[in-house]
């Protein structure tokens, strides 16, 4: 069984014109192979360790793509407008989306593609939802640990610092226009500034 797994695993992960299907592919392969697990062994030991083994070795054959596919394919689900699963699929889904991230030695790959996509959803306002991001964070923690998410829950608190910036500073340009509606017409700055580190 372990031979047929990473077979034809390496097709998936190998051929770059499955790049874009990668993910999904792999989602539901492993779903597959799980279910043979379940129904046909028992969920046996031997079964479990060798069919970790399979995906560990093929999914690492063509280095730090699959990392990219996976940072990519989250992005593409937390974006705003994937109207495709309600938060319970969703959670369901990055639950998967975990396990195979496991077998994945280019993390560091996963964390820089990641970084990148989360910082375009904060700054342009795409995020579906932060409680969406904000559980993924937390498996990503859990799984690496908070040096790992560091520097992506400080994006989280620069847009939270960023927002009460821009509030005190449209109180403070309102508070200006109040005592100088006289003397100014028409005079009216509006700025918001985002700013991540």
């Known amino acids: 069984m ?3 797994v990473k077979k034809r695993g390496k097709v998936i992960v190998i051929n770059p014109e499955k790049d874009k299907t990668m993910v999904q592919e792999l989602l539901d392969f492993k779903e597959k192979l ?20 399979s995906f560990e070795s093929f999914i690492n054959q063509r ?8 940072a990519k ?15 319970e699929e969703l959670e369901k889904l990055l639950d998967k989306i975990m396990v195979i991230f496991r077998f994945i030695h280019g993390k560091d790959v996963f964390e820089a593609f990641y970084k990148k996509d989360l910082a375009k959803r904060l700054l342009v306002g795409k995020s579906a939802s ?17 040096g790992f998410t560091s520097k992506l829950e400080g994006m989280f608190k620069d847009m939270e610092l960023s927002r009460d910036i821009n509030v005190a500073f449209k109180q403070h340009m309102a508070h200006l226009a109040d005592n100088e509606s ?7 700055i509006d700025l918001t500034v985002n700013v991540l580190s």
Do not use: H, W
């Not at 280095?63 to 996976?70: D, H, T, Y």
């Not at 394919?73 to 938060?87: H, I, M, P, Q, T």
């Not at 932060?130 to 908070?146: I, N, P, T």
């Open 182 to 188: 006289q003397n100014t017409i028409g005079d009216k």
């Open 2 to 4: 372990a031979e047929y």
């Open 34 to 53: 799980d279910k043979i697990l379940r129904q046909c062994f028992r969920n046996n030991d031997k079964f479990v360790t060798s069919l970790k083994d």
């Open 73 to 87: 394919f989250v992005d593409s689900k937390l974006r705003a407008g994937n109207k495709e699963a309600s938060e």
């Open 63 to 70: 280095q730090n793509k699959p990392a990219e596919m996976i």
């Open 130 to 146: 932060v409680d969406s991001e904000k559980s993924m964070l937390s498996k990503l923690k859990a799984e690496c640990g908070a």
